[in-house]
């Protein structure tokens, strides 16, 4: 089976993931598990791998994205506890003084606090300082939680620029330059990128705000949920605890910076903190435990079993095969000359193959105008590792320089890393959101599209990209 079929093979299975999950056929854990594991027998039954090497592929899969899972797990468990011990209630009710019925002051806190929350670049550290604090308020004031995730996910894609994050380091790895060189380039483009961010916040907040969203609008008089500031408060249940408000807060804000600090893996922060929030809470009863556990459970095994469904989906796209039969992974940048490359590799070919040579001058604008799409379909590792030397070479041999195509690359693709669901970070988003995958992409992809595309055009204003 040769590379342009594989590639070929591979586009049908993301598209058929796609279409599937747009025409609500299923959860998105079982398209990430059918369609590629259809494609995985087909690529067996061409010759193209055997059944070891499959199962080979798909363990690597799982290898990467087992402790997102558990984070994912043990993050929608402790927040889950803070908004059963009435946390997020008395957060609530300072942010609803500070922003009163202010639709697009709501908005525009949100970029806010997702810039600044993501400014050690972690996509999975960001989304949980955001969603848990604004969702609630979101609801109170009949927001669509679809637009905190666009206003979330545009702010975190700007903020992914510095030289610190993933996408910045990978390209200049390829390049082979330091990456506060080349972020220095594109700073620029940040800089513009973060004032478009905090544009488009507002014009969200008029957007909600025109559909009848606020305490007083005209949604909340139709479901007769018209907020009085004397009606405002907070229902007593038998789980609140508003007296251990200032320990849940410097536990939360302890939780966050372990995640910030970056020297525990991920998941051991929230670990940690659901069992000192349980015991401080509730006590040391183990039914109450129980009962404070199996309240969340559900949401919990909904987000774990979707990232192991798109375990299976990156194993068998993402993974390259060495002739000792053992997976090389996708950050591998230069595979040996009898490896057999990835689906992923094998796409990127073809897209690279299929792009007019009448168009070779204009490579960065060609490959910045298709970087939102072909997020969709690409991983960070694969799409930087991967596609980026194979664009690279090509447009050597059309005498366009490098940094051009990485620039191109790495700013327009950041804009839409946290809507693909080839990042773990963006399940464990609209996870925390409670939002479909498939509503995400749709609420969010064409604004994203036009983000990147203004964001390129910036740098082509200010010399940065070539016409």
Not at 259 to 267: A, C, G, K, N, T
Request: glycine share 8%; with cysteine.
């Amino acid at each position: 089976m040769t590379d342009p079929i594989v590639g070929i093979l591979g586009l049908l299975c993301i598209v058929a993931i796609v279409v599937t999950l747009f025409k609500s056929k299923t959860q998105p854990a079982i398209a990430f598990i059918v369609w590629p594991a259809i494609l995985g027998l087909i690529l067996v039954l061409g010759g193209r791998y055997d059944f070891d090497q499959i199962a080979a592929m798909i363990k690597s899969g799982f290898s990467s994205t087992g402790p997102t899972a558990a984070l994912f797990v043990f993050s929608v468990l402790y927040f889950g506890i803070m908004t059963d011990a009435g946390m997020f209630d008395v957060i609530i009710g300072k942010l609803m003084k500070l922003v009163g019925d202010n639709v697009v002051g709501v908005a525009v806190v949100s970029a806010i606090i997702a810039l600044v929350g993501h400014l050690d670049g972690g996509g999975a550290s960001t989304f949980c300082i955001v969603i848990p604090a604004m969702l609630p308020v979101y609801k109170r004031m009949h927001m669509r939680p679809t637009t905190l995730l666009r206003i979330a996910v545009l702010s975190m894609g700007v903020l992914n620029l510095m030289p610190w994050a993933g996408p910045t380091m990978r390209a200049a790895s390829v390049l082979g330059m330091e990456a506060g060189a080349l972020w220095k380039t594109i700073l620029p483009i940040q800089i513009f990128g973060i004032v478009l961010a905090l544009v488009h916040a507002v014009l969200s907040g008029f957007q909600e705000k025109a559909r009848g969203a606020g305490l007083h609008g005209k949604l909340a008089m139709e479901n007769g949920e018209v907020v009085i500031e004397e009606q405002a408060a907070t229902q007593e249940n038998e789980l609140a605890r508003p007296k251990l408000f200032i320990f849940n807060i410097l536990l939360t804000l302890a939780v966050i910076a372990m995640l910030i600090w970056d020297v525990f893996p991920s998941y051991f922060p929230f670990m940690l903190g659901c069992a000192i929030a349980l015991f401080v809470n509730y006590g040391f009863t183990a039914k109450m435990h129980k009962k404070i556990i199996n309240l969340h459970a559900g949401p919990a095994l909904m987000m774990c079993s979707t990232l192991m469904g798109a375990a299976v989906l990156m194993g068998i796209l993402t993974s390259s095969m060495g002739a000792d039969g053992k997976v090389i992974a996708a950050k591998t940048m230069e595979l040996p000359a009898d490896a057999i490359p990835s689906v992923v590799r094998c796409l990127a070919n073809l897209v690279s193959a299929a792009l007019p040579h009448a168009l070779g001058q204009h490579l960065p604008l060609i490959i910045g105008i298709l970087s939102v799409p072909l997020a969709l379909a690409f991983d960070t590792d694969s799409y930087f590792y991967g596609m980026l030397p194979v664009i690279i070479g090509i447009g050597q041999a059309f005498g366009v320089n490098a940094l051009p195509i990485a620039v191109a690359m790495v700013v327009c693709r950041n804009c839409a890393t946290f809507i693909s669901p080839m990042v773990p970070a963006t399940l464990l988003g609209t996870g925390l959101a409670d939002v479909d995958i498939k509503d995400h992409i749709k609420a969010s992809f064409f604004y994203v599209w036009i983000f990147s595309i203004l964001c390129m055009l910036v740098a082509v204003v200010m010399g940065i990209m070539p016409l």
